[in-house]
């Protein structure tokens, strides 16, 4: 059993910060790398950030460092990603997903010809809209 559910999307003004939580629902959740990614209309999905549940460890492209920050609630099993500083070209559909670890290694699931086939787990993807 492996569920992801994000919540926390919507629209805020560019400047604002949001943070969005991704629930994981599943029988061993410190085996997996969970992320955020992101996909605008027209374009591929991108990766954004993803931590290591087991360890924490966390991983960011070049789109996501300095504005958003990923991390756990262990206890609770589940990821949040805390994005400051909004700006209207962050509008996209955000989604949560999660893949197997390679040797304790997450950063193969944000390299962009590996996330349609690697991440294993979808949630359903929460729309940010960021206004000007």
């Known amino acids: 059993r492996f569920q992801l559910v994000e919540s926390g999307g919507g629209s805020v003004q560019a400047g604002r910060s949001l943070r969005l939580s991704c629930e994981v629902d599943a029988d061993t959740y410190s085996s997996y790398c969970v992320g955020w990614f992101r996909q605008v209309p027209g374009k591929e999905r991108e990766g954004l950030a993803v931590?290591?549940?087991?360890?924490?460890?966390?991983y960011y492209t070049d789109s996501a460092k300095g504005r958003f920050t990923i991390s756990q609630d262990y206890n609770e099993d589940t990821v949040y990603l805390q994005m400051t500083n909004l700006k209207p070209e962050d509008t996209a559909t955000y989604y949560c997903?999660?893949?197997?670890?390679?040797?304790?290694?997450?950063?193969?699931?944000?390299?962009?010809?590996?996330?349609?086939?690697?991440?294993?787990?979808w949630g359903q993807g929460t729309q940010v809209t960021v206004s000007s």
């Open positions: 931590i290591f549940t087991r360890n924490s460890n966390t």
């Open positions: 997903g999660a893949g197997h670890h390679r040797a304790r290694d997450c950063t193969y699931l944000l390299v962009p010809s590996n996330i349609m086939t690697d991440v294993t787990f």
